[in-house]
T-cell receptor
Framework: AQKVTQAQTEISVVEKEDVTLDCVYE???????LFWYKQPPSGELVFLIR??????QNEISGRYSWNFQKSTSSFNFTITASQVVDSAVYFC????????????FGSGTQLTVLP | KAGVTQTPRYLIKTRGQQVTLSCSPI?????VSWYQQTPGQGLQFLFE???????NKGNFPGRFSGRQFSNSRSEMNVSTLELGDSALYLC?????????????FGPGTRLTVL
């Protein structure tokens, strides 16, 4: 069975601070995909990034960056110079190949960026 | 390109009733998945459809069912509603059922059961 843990339930930062959201996953599969989604108050889940288990290269996209480490089963997400519009719930998710293709989500981290 | 659309956006029902929710995927997407989101259980997978066939099912009772039409639109039905069915129901579409395909989510239908 798959499991995703987001230990940080809520994080509050002041605008322009950097913030890192932690994600730890568990799976016995060797081929899997990791995702991050953002859920603003409107409710819609917004896709941010997908990584596959064979690509540990870190990625940067504007103010967002992701650190994937298979050795620690972690896929952390950093927002640099946070903005009020970044306030949302962020979900980390895992999907394995094969029959169990559904996304397994973590419990989410509520990020509040204060002006 | 239009995103995933879900109707209705809000719904209020009473216990024992049944409800049907609709999802139209992104044009060209043929796979549709449904998720339930509640404060207590978080986001949980309900089922996945591709080419009008259910390909995968989560751990939900038989009161939860779904179907997919030839145009890839999907509906989910919940019969004999219970208070615990109050939730945000999210639909996601992707090109196909492959694991690498990103799933794009709709705005959800918020169901309240009184």
């Amino acid at each position: 069975a798959q499991k995703v843990t987001q230990a940080q339930t809520e994080i509050s930062v002041v605008e322009k601070e950097d913030v890192t959201l932690d994600c730890v996953y568990e799976t016995r599969d060797t081929t899997y995909y990791l995702f991050w989604y953002k859920q603003p108050p409107s409710g819609e889940l917004v896709f941010l990034i997908r990584r596959n288990s064979f690509d540990e290269q870190n990625e940067i996209s504007g103010r967002y960056s992701w650190n994937f480490q298979k050795s620690t089963s972690s896929f952390n997400f950093t927002i640099t110079a946070s903005q009020v519009v970044d306030s949302a719930v962020y979900f980390c998710a895992l999907r394995v190949s094969g029959s169990a293709r559904q996304l397994t989500f973590g419990s989410g981290t509520q990020l509040t960026v204060l002006p | 390109k239009a995103g995933v659309t879900q109707t209705p956006r809000y719904l209020i029902k009473t216990r024992g009733q049944q409800v049907t929710l609709s999802c139209s995927p992104i044009s060209g997407h043929r796979s549709v998945s449904w998720y339930q989101q509640t404060p207590g259980q978080g986001l949980q997978f309900l089922f996945e459809y591709f080419s009008e066939t259910q390909r995968n099912k989560g751990n939900f009772p038989g009161r939860f069912s779904g179907r997919q039409f030839s145009n890839s639109r999907s509906e989910m039905n919940v019969s004999t509603l219970e208070l615990g069915d109050s939730a945000l129901y999210l639909c996601a579409s992707s090109l196909g059922p492959g694991s690498k395909n990103e799933q794009f989510f709709g705005p959800g239908t918020r169901l309240t059961v009184l």
